[in-house]
């Protein structure tokens, strides 16, 4: 055995909820998390070399969680409840500073097996079994000027962009003012 599989064997940033092949916190490794008397244990399988591990297998496309892995949530809009773009358990509040337009950002994040719905803006999404999101909460960005409304609550809408001058494309959210809604065909909020 290497020292790579043994150390990941030994400290594996996974936690493992249900029986299967199951990704890394990395977004780099495979693992396979193996009953062992009342417990679910991790045994190291892969690294993803060139791939990311996305839906518990090595793959050319990155999840959104992975693709925009360690980017911190912009308030860039109105003040609002907004879905964290690469988690479906995270959502963010954006709130005005004291006699500011400056908004500030509160992030939290669903407890238990449930997710954050930006249509109800409460952790009421039941997640499928160990734990996991039934899809990205915002559509992985393409290209730069992919936008759209997001499907559960119209009033907000994303614009993907270049983050910070990085090659990473964000979705940058965004809120139609007194109930509008997204119309990406118009770019605009009716």
Same mark, same amino acid.
């Given at each position: ?5 043994? +150390? ?8 493992? *909820? #249900? ?9 780099? *490794? +495979?693992?396979?998390?193996?009953? #062992? ?12 070399? %060139?791939?990311? $591990? ?6 050319? /496309?990155?999840? @959104? ?9 912009? $308030?860039?809009?109105?003040? %609002? ?12 509040? &954006? ?8 908004? /500030? !950002?509160?992030?939290?994040? &669903?407890?238990?097996?449930? %997710? ?8 009421? #999404? ?15 960005? !393409? !290209? ?8 559960? /609550?119209?009033? @907000?809408?994303?614009? $993907? ?24 065909? @118009?770019?605009? $909020?009716?």
């Amino acid at each position: 055995m290497d020292i790579y599989t043994y +150390l990941h064997n030994r400290f594996p940033p996974v936690t493992c *909820t #249900v029986p299967g092949p199951k990704c890394g916190d990395d977004c780099q *490794t +495979l693992y396979f998390c193996t009953r #062992v008397g009342d417990e679910l244990i991790p045994q190291y399988l892969d690294t993803c070399r %060139g791939l990311t $591990c996305n839906k518990d297998r090595c793959s050319r /496309n990155p999840s @959104l969680e992975c693709a925009i892995k360690g980017i911190d949530f912009e $308030c860039r809009s109105l003040e %609002g409840m907004y879905p964290d773009p690469g988690s479906c358990k995270k959502f963010h509040y &954006c709130v005005p500073e004291y006699e500011s337009d400056q908004l /500030n !950002r509160t992030t939290s994040a &669903c407890k238990g097996n449930f %997710g954050y719905n930006p249509r109800t803006t409460y952790c009421d #999404v039941p997640l499928l079994p160990g734990g996991t999101c039934s899809g990205d909460p915002i559509p992985l960005c !393409r !290209r730069p000027g992919d936008n759209g409304a997001i499907k559960a /609550n119209p009033t @907000l809408y994303y614009i $993907c962009g270049r983050y910070l001058g990085t090659g990473i494309l964000y979705p940058y959210l965004h809120m139609c003012a007194n109930g509008k809604t997204y119309n990406a065909t @118009l770019f605009d $909020c009716q």
